[in-house]
């Protein structure tokens, strides 16, 4: 199947600094990708959605100015956490939806592995 | 919007034993429903889905779930598990066919499944 890379899969970074996570579809063509976070207990939510070429599309309650999404590219997008603080920690993990899917599943959407964000 | 709920956090059960995860959503609505599963250090990948028709459906690695519209649930089963099935598996419910257009996604928080030999 589709594999989307995510990176990195893990990173501790001080409280005030700004991360960038990086989600790749590797052998397809994503036009749309997703970034999603999960809270500790709680479920996968879903962030914003990104359009290649376009500004990102964010969900109720979350600050487009916080969480910078960019995707450059139909194989690139990137979610930079700006001046995180120890309330950003989360696992976040993105998705990328196929703009050509094969037969015989014709599945559309592949997720990457995840990258858990600690802010101390 | 949905809600979905997968009530059990931690899972352990033996190998070769049954197991059940429970999986229930919020909405009458119609709705696609699916199972992923994300094995340690790799993706989420779907598992299995119910889009129409028949109500049980199966995954090639002996997993089954069931649709049942009364009970707004989607539990997963397998009768015997193998120690290769030890990973999160995630309910998740959409508006939309993954194979259409995008839709929103909901998920449940994830049952750890860990299979003791």
């Known amino acids: 199947g589709a594999v989307v890379s995510q990176h990195p899969s893990r990173v501790i970074c001080k409280s005030g600094t700004s991360v960038k996570i990086e989600c790749r579809s590797l052998d397809f063509q994503a036009t749309t990708m997703f970034w999603y976070r999960q809270f500790p207990k709680q479920s996968l939510m879903l962030m914003a959605t990104s359009n290649e070429g376009s500004k990102a599309t964010y969900e109720q309650g979350v600050e487009k100015d916080k969480f910078l999404i960019n995707h450059a590219s139909l194989t690139l997008s990137t979610l930079t956490v700006t001046s995180a603080h120890p309330e950003d920690s989360s696992f976040y993990i993105c998705s990328a939806r196929d703009r050509a899917p094969t037969a015989p599943t014709n599945e559309k959407l592949f997720f990457g592995s995840g990258t858990q964000l600690s802010v101390l | 919007a949905q809600s979905v709920t997968q009530l059990d956090s931690q899972v352990p059960v033996f190998e070769e034993a049954p197991v059940e995860l429970r999986c229930n959503y919020s909405?009458?609505?119609?709705?696609?429903l699916f199972w992923y599963v994300q094995y340690p250090n790799q993706g989420l990948q779907l598992l299995l889905k119910y889009l129409s028709g028949s109500t049980l459906v199966e995954s090639i690695n002996g997993f089954e779930a069931e649709f049942n519209k009364s009970q707004t649930s989607f539990h997963l089963r397998k009768p015997s598990v193998h120690i290769s099935d030890t990973a999160e598996y995630f309910c998740?419910?959409?508006?939309?066919?993954?194979?259409?257009?995008?839709?929103?996604?909901?998920f449940g928080t994830g049952t750890s499944l860990t299979v003791i030999p």
């Open positions: 909405s009458s609505v119609s709705v696609y």
């Open positions: 998740a419910v959409s508006e939309g066919p993954n194979t259409n257009t995008g839709n929103q996604f909901y």
